[in-house]
């Protein structure tokens, strides 16, 4: 059963269109990565799916009910905003034995949860006294209180060192398994959601442009992309890049990588050999490459922006 | 998971915010100071009144000064700073994450800001009133009960429209100074009206101000005769001016509450 469905769901301030006919559809027992560029919609698009914002048009339903002020809902979902307030003059597992409370579990789950995020030592402090690092820590213990079904998180790992982060993505996929939590997640960090995500979502301009599984993603767009290994390959970047059916090329450590257009694909395997003879440079191998997360974004991007 | 008690928890969790320390020390000492500092000229100033009704009104009168005052300094903070912070800082996002709702979460937090403040002022003020002057208080305490009323609708009315603002603004330091304004402003304008009411020989300017602050129509009612050449209330006049200075203070709070459940969006 899809989790959320969104659909043609548009939303406006004044003369900002910021999200504009999104269709999204989160199944159960997944991680969706939401990546888009700032000012592409995320957030709103979390909002409105949270019941914190309505949309001008389109509906969105959350366990198939609409979430707006509705508390079954709140029951099922954690929220881990990107920046995250509390009550600050609040002891933290003082807090978090109050948000037990709330929901109706034991405080002893108070402790529990700071102890996934690493956060004991805190517990004495008040909230306000918190690095911003350690109150995303907190926030993200504040939404695993209630053990959600699907947690929703915006921009999550935005103050935290990378140590911090590893160990939070560990958590994600632990939870993941463990306890059968499906995770939105909304990032800028590409390689983050490409270690725990087995969806994504790219949105921009309010609008998502590729969504699905992120290995039938890859397939999909990987299509295009040749990767060329060579011994001198600024020159013959230069050769390749005259092609008239280049749309893109990169030389990384790995040599070159060019973005063909559709079906050209075959016309480089054939025309890459004879540039390098004319140079005389040496090819070593001529391969069709698997687009990375931040390809795929780029991809979308453009695509987006072209319309 | 059990039954959870998510109103009782926000409602605990905004007076610990409210009323942290000192706050409720201070703002208690000021009270009860005010309310007994005031007392002990209490009785001198009635001396003059005409009958053990007025004295009742006259001596609540006379205790309602400084604390009335702080409890509109206390209440403006707790509504500006207690719901317009926590709009602005998104406190108010946390709680909508919570199962309860949303005239739930707000009601718990003007509970605090307000309902908390209220019953404080009120016992302080009426205990002080039944240990200096039981014998008056006690057989008129429907007096006592009314002056508090008419007394209380205009800073409930202004708190009505800084929730209104609060819930525009989501923002609370502009919210404060707003209310501040519009208090003063009711100083100003009752001057004005009494110049009105005086220079046109008509008792039309009093009779609207006391819409909004029905403290004028009560005391014109309990007041000496002299006073009232332009407009001697009858009681009804006085309940008819309550009644509907509290019927603008509920709508604005009911509108309020509808802003806040089905359109304010975060």
Same mark, same amino acid.
């Given at each position: ?24 559809? +989160? ?20 909002? !409105? ?34 920046? *995250? ?16 409370? @709330? ?7 108070? +402790? ?31 939404? +695993? ?5 699907? +947690? ?48 994504? %979502? ?20 990987? =299509?295009?992309?040749?990767?060329? *290994? ?38 480089? /395997? ?5 540039? %390098? ?19 795929? /974004? ?10 | !998971?059990?039954?959870?008690?998510? #109103? ?22 000021? /009270? ?39 409890? =509109?300094?206390? =209440? ?118 009494? #110049? ?8 039309? %300017?009093?009779? =609207? ?14 007041? !000496? ?10 009681? *009804? ?11 603008? @203070? ?17």
């Amino acid at each position: 059963m899809p989790l959320i469905v969104a659909e043609d769901l548009a939303k406006t301030y004044g003369k900002v269109v910021a999200v504009n006919g999104l269709n999204l559809t +989160l199944n159960e027992d997944s991680i969706t990565g939401l990546i888009g560029p700032n000012g592409a919609g995320k957030t709103t698009t979390i909002k !409105m799916i949270l019941g914190l914002l309505k949309p001008d048009r389109g509906n969105v339903k959350v366990f198939g009910q609409d979430p707006w002020d509705n508390t079954t809902i709140r029951s099922l979902i954690g929220v881990v905003y990107e920046k *995250s307030f509390f009550p600050p003059h609040q002891k933290t597992l003082d807090y978090l034995k109050r948000v037990c409370r @709330v929901y109706g579990v034991a405080e002893s789950r108070a +402790l529990e949860v700071l102890g996934l995020v690493n956060l004991q030592e805190a517990m004495d402090r008040p909230i306000k006294a918190l690095s911003a690092g350690m109150l995303q820590k907190f926030a993200i213990a504040h939404a +695993l209180i209630h053990k959600p079904k699907l +947690l929703i998180a915006d921009e999550m790992t935005a103050n935290l060192d990378p140590q911090a982060r590893s160990e939070l993505l560990d958590l994600i996929l632990q939870l993941h398994k463990d306890e059968e939590v499906t995770f939105l997640l909304s990032s800028h960090i590409l390689p983050e959601l490409s270690r725990v995500c087995d969806s994504v %979502a790219i949105i921009n301009q309010g609008k998502v442009w590729a969504y699905g599984k992120l290995n039938e993603l890859y397939e999909k767009y990987a =299509i295009g992309i040749i990767r060329i *290994s060579t011994d001198n390959p600024e020159a013959l970047a230069t050769e390749i890049k005259k092609l008239s059916y280049i749309e893109k090329l990169e030389i990384d450590l790995r040599g070159i990588s060019a973005r063909v257009a559709e079906g050209m694909d075959e016309k480089l /395997y054939e025309d890459a050999p004879k540039l %390098a003879k004319k140079i005389k440079a040496k090819i070593f191998g001529i391969e069709t490459g698997s687009a990375s997360l931040e390809e795929l /974004y780029r991809l979308a991007v453009r695509m987006s922006e072209r319309r | !998971m059990g039954k959870g008690k998510p #109103f009782l928890e926000i409602f605990a969790s905004a007076l610990h915010e409210d009323y942290r320390f000192p706050i409720l020390e201070i703002f208690a000492f000021l /009270y009860a100071l005010g309310t007994f500092v005031f007392a002990s000229f209490g009785p001198i100033m009635t001396q003059q009144t005409v009958s053990n009704e007025s004295m009742a009104y006259n001596l609540t009168a006379s205790l309602l000064g400084l604390p009335l005052f702080i409890f =509109i300094i206390f =209440i403006f903070k707790n509504v500006a700073y207690g719901l317009g912070s926590d709009l602005e800082k998104g406190i108010i996002q946390t709680y909508f994450s919570y199962p309860l709702k949303r005239r739930g979460i707000l009601t718990a937090k003007l509970l605090s800001a307000i309902g908390v403040a209220l019953v404080l002022f009120l016992t302080i003020q009426i205990s002080a009133l039944y240990v200096l002057a039981p014998d008056i208080i006690s057989p008129y305490l429907g007096t006592v009960l009314l002056t508090y009323a008419a007394n209380l609708s205009y800073p409930l009315l202004v708190a009505g429209i800084m929730l209104l603002v609060t819930l525009a603004l989501k923002r609370g330091g502009l919210t404060i100074v707003i209310g501040i304004v519009l208090y003063f402003a009711m100083s100003i304008i009752s001057s004005i009206a009494v #110049f009105v009411a005086s220079a046109t020989n008509s008792p039309l %300017a009093l009779q =609207i101000v006391s819409v909004i602050s029905p403290n004028v129509v009560l005391a014109r009612y309990y007041s !000496m005769p002299f006073f009232n050449e332009l407009w001697t209330p009858a009681f *009804s006049d006085v309940l008819l001016h309550i009644g509907t200075s509290y019927t603008i @203070v509920v709508f604005l709070f009911f509108f309020g509450y509808f802003y806040f459940s089905k359109r304010l969006g975060l």
